[in-house]
């Protein structure tokens, strides 16, 4: 069974390897049709978090919001989609079309808010802008709760490195965005595995239902650094390398191959069920050793990157180590 990640759909994430039974799937959120777009130079400007103007960037989910209450949400407009079963107050998640590409066909979408009989009760555009990967006040575009909890990995997530964060409660649906710049994998309704891609501002999203069968959104940006080693960054802590089957830290050479040791913890050893690399052009898997129960990797290129281990217990653990090959 293959593991896919979120995106209101899934699909496969081919850096992720299977070693025992598969990880938890959700259900994708149904997507409203669209409509036939207005003159849209007559319609007042919507509010987003996403920057001012009722700025909407490629590719990065976000959220519309309306001043009165409704019950759907339609869009035209081929670049963009709303969910209306997702939202925050009168916010609603608003994100990429599948398979849209930049340069969109027209640099604004009309967004309707319906309800009842009364039909349309507000309408107003958004306007698309680029993508921007040098956001600064980051912060601002954050909807609802971001508590999440880091389980394994390192403190920022950098390109061709991994993560495991944790939900404060379970999660019906995972979001993440840019694509270019961040991916990842559902591995509970809980926990998350964020990938990162390229440096830049990226948003996390998590959906738990509310009481009415709506979900509640919360999207919460990340900046992924660029690697370690790159632009003149520190190393990765030794610390922080996986330990190979000598007992050594995981420094490989290019076309070397090695088995990884788990350390015990409350002496109880780490069963590897799953695991994922963070960038296989880096690193990649060689096989698993049965008898030792750990996997085999081999060093394909300079770079650093991370090794995220998984265990398929009651409550699905995890650790994620890095490699280096020099």
């Not at 070693?19 to 409509?35: E, Y």
């Not at 509640?216 to 370690?228: F, I, K």
């Not at 265990?311 to 699905?316: A, P, Q, T, V």
Request: net charge negative.
């Amino acid at each position: 069974m293959a593991v896919e990640s979120s995106r209101w759909g899934w699909r496969n994430l081919a850096n992720l390897i299977i070693v025992a039974a598969g990880l938890f799937i959700l259900s994708n959120v149904p997507m409203l049709g669209q409509t036939q777009s207005a003159a849209l130079d007559t319609l007042p400007i919507c509010k987003t978090n996403l920057g001012p103007g009722g700025q909407w960037m490629f590719g990065m989910p976000g959220m519309v919001y309306a001043p009165v209450a409704y019950d759907d949400v339609k869009v035209s407009g081929s670049d963009l989609q709303a969910w209306a079963t997702a939202r925050n107050g009168l916010g609603v998640l608003i994100d990429r079309a599948f398979n849209a590409k930049w340069p969109s066909k027209s640099p604004m979408a009309q967004i309707e808010f319906l309800r009842g009989p009364e039909g349309v009760v507000y309408h107003c555009i958004v306007n698309i802008v680029p993508y921007d990967p040098d956001l600064e006040d980051i912060e601002a575009l954050q909807v609802g709760d971001c508590d999440l909890k880091l389980v394994a990995g390192q403190p920022q997530l950098m390109v061709g490195h991994a993560q495991v964060w944790e939900t404060p409660k379970d999660s019906e649906e995972f979001v993440f965005g840019p694509y270019q710049v961040i991916d990842g994998s559902t591995l509970s309704q809980r926990k998350i595995m964020p990938i990162g891609f390229a440096a830049g501002v990226s948003m996390i999203g998590w959906f738990p239902r509310n009481s009415d069968g709506t979900l509640l959104a919360n999207l919460c940006p990340v900046r992924v650094a660029p690697a370690p080693g790159i632009d003149g960054s520190a190393q990765v802590d030794e610390k922080d390398l996986c330990t190979a089957s000598d007992g050594k830290p995981t420094r490989l050479a290019v076309g070397e191959v090695v088995t990884l040791q788990i350390e015990k913890r409350e002496g109880r050893a780490f069963e590897v069920d799953e695991y994922a690399l963070g960038d296989p052009k880096i690193v990649a898997s060689s096989g698993f050793d049965k008898v030792a129960q750990m996997p085999i990797l081999k060093g394909i290129a300079p770079g650093t990157t991370s090794i995220v281990l998984l265990n398929n217990s009651d409550d699905l653990q995890a650790r994620v180590c890095e490699v280096q090959v020099e």
